[in-house]
């Protein structure tokens, strides 16, 4: 199997690295020929990668080869929607979407998942998982009998319960722990180590400052960003003009 990483510099290529790795050190029949990207402001490649051709133009030229499939890795923390959005509007094959589990990963003959989803190493998907599409674990565990939407980004070492129920468009931070039937809508903020001990609906942030973890809206975040910034505007004016 021929893999093009939609994507560029950071976790689209830390992927490829394992993709490499899982075929030279595991006999794994995977090739990475390179990178779907409108960025060339750093060149014609990333870290070793070459920049095949634009995004949009992907399939175009691709399309046509039955052994080359397609991985999207264009999300970002605070752009996980917007991103998603541009995956939907691309209108690409479903079929097209490969699913990648590292030989590393561990997951249960009677867990279910859609296309799209990169299962890094070190993951842990139990029994009776459903996963739908375009969801990343990287070296997450979750929990058995749990229901995961799409478009769903797991950072290094989030642990879940088991029987949670997750929606689409989270990005999901560094240690986070989800323990058993929590509840998690769609597009939310969770912060690296954060705990989500009771159900939190949607387009939510939860974030720490000390030893609390805070939730607020996406929308109160935009407030409280302008309000800091203001702030930063009039200190440097009171220094400085």
Do not use: W
Not at 163 to 187: D, K, M, Q, Y
Request: aromatic share 8%; with cysteine; hydrophobic share 35%.
């Amino acid at each position: 199997m021929k893999v093009i990483i939609i994507g560029g510099r950071g976790t689209p290529t830390l992927i490829a690295e394992q993709m490499t790795e899982a075929h030279d050190e595991f006999g794994m029949d995977i090739e990475v020929l390179g990178l779907a990207l409108d960025d060339r402001s750093g060149g014609d490649e990333v870290n070793g990668y070459p920049i095949l051709c634009g995004i949009r133009e992907l399939h175009e030229k691709y399309g046509h080869f039955r052994d080359v499939y397609y991985v999207y890795q264009l999300y970002r923390a605070d752009l996980i929607h917007e991103r998603s959005e541009l995956l939907y509007s691309l209108n690409f094959p479903l079929e097209k979407f490969c699913n990648f589990i590292h030989p590393l990963a561990r997951v249960n003959r009677r867990a279910k998942m859609g296309v799209g989803n990169l299962i890094m190493m070190n993951s842990v998907i139990p029994m009776n998982v459903t996963l739908g599409n375009f969801n990343t674990m990287m070296s997450s565990s979750l929990g058995h009998d749990s229901q995961i939407g799409n478009n769903n980004f797991f950072a290094g070492r989030c642990i879940m319960g088991g029987c949670c129920n997750i929606g689409n468009e989270n990005f999901i931070g560094l240690g986070t722990i989800i323990p058993s039937e929590a509840r998690i809508g769609s597009h939310n903020y969770i912060g690296a180590g954060c705990c989500v001990t009771r159900k939190l609906k949607d387009n939510r942030m939860l974030y720490h400052q000390g030893t609390k973890v805070h939730p607020m809206t996406l929308d109160e975040l935009q407030v409280e960003m302008f309000a800091a910034k203001r702030e930063a505007e009039r200190e440097y004016a009171r220094k400085y003009l």
